[in-house]
């Protein structure tokens, strides 16, 4: 099975702050990669799909890259609105595997 | 609006069994695979099991195989999770997901299942 290492996995943080959260996988799942937002008592919403791309509705300062097999979900001028739990998900092969999950805290 | 709530879930002794169901409004269900995904309380996202639009592939999860089985009716716009000898380790919400070229792009709202004697 494919590992989705997520790190960290939880992070405090200030308003305005250029936050970065990454996935490596075990294995190439190529651009097969999710970035899900989560706040409590609430679904998950996709922010990111195949690695880079935006989701509908997403605000710009959300944005996903990839580095051989890291993944990385990067929030510029972090908001208040924007302290969630973030997932990533490989949906290249199955099982589909999520990572651990990332807590954002205010400091 | 897509749509997609979930139902069937409740409390229920270990060794019995328990249907979900997730009933889709919004695009044409027949046309996209959908899948299970749960969370346990204060954990993180486990993918249970997926099946295509025709319902020619599913897919599980080892945890679930052979316990859990997934369907769907187009007819009705429903997917079904039918879950038997459920185990403590199954308590969770479940969601249902629709799938997408990118992934899974809708969720719904989730149903608890909790399996306790």
């Known amino acids: 099975d494919i590992q989705m290492t997520q790190s960290p996995s939880s992070m405090s943080v200030s308003l305005g702050d250029t936050v970065t959260i990454t996935c490596r996988a075990s294995?190439?799942?190529?651009?097969?990669v999710n970035w899900f937002q989560q706040k409590p008592g609430k679904s998950p919403r996709r922010m990111i799909y195949?690695?880079?791309n935006l989701a509908d509705g997403v605000p710009s300062r959300f944005s996903g890259s990839r580095s051989g097999s890291d993944y990385s979900l990067t929030i510029s001028s972090l908001e208040s609105e924007d302290v969630a739990d973030y997932h990533c998900l490989q949906y290249d092969e199955y099982p589909n595997t999520f990572g651990a999950g990332t807590k954002l805290e205010l400091k | 609006e897509v749509q997609l709530v979930e139902s069937g879930g409740g409390l229920v002794q270990p060794g019995r069994s328990l249907k979900l169901s997730c009933l889709a409004s919004?695009?044409?269900?027949?046309?996209?695979?959908m899948n299970w995904i749960r969370q346990a309380p204060g954990k993180g996202l486990e993918w249970v099991a997926s099946i295509s639009s025709s319902s020619s592939y599913i897919y599980y999860a080892d945890t679930v195989k052979g316990r859990f089985t997934i369907s769907r009716d187009n007819a009705k716009n429903t997917l079904y999770l039918q879950m038997t000898s459920l185990r403590s380790e199954d308590t969770a919400l479940y969601y249902c997901?629709?799938?997408?070229?990118?992934?899974?792009?809708?969720w719904g709202q989730g149903v608890m299942v909790t399996v306790s004697s």
């Open positions: 195949r690695a880079t």
């Open positions: 997901a629709r799938a997408d070229y990118g992934g899974y792009r809708d």
């Open positions: 919004g695009f044409t269900f027949s046309n996209y695979g």
């Open positions: 294995q190439d799942v190529g651009i097969y």
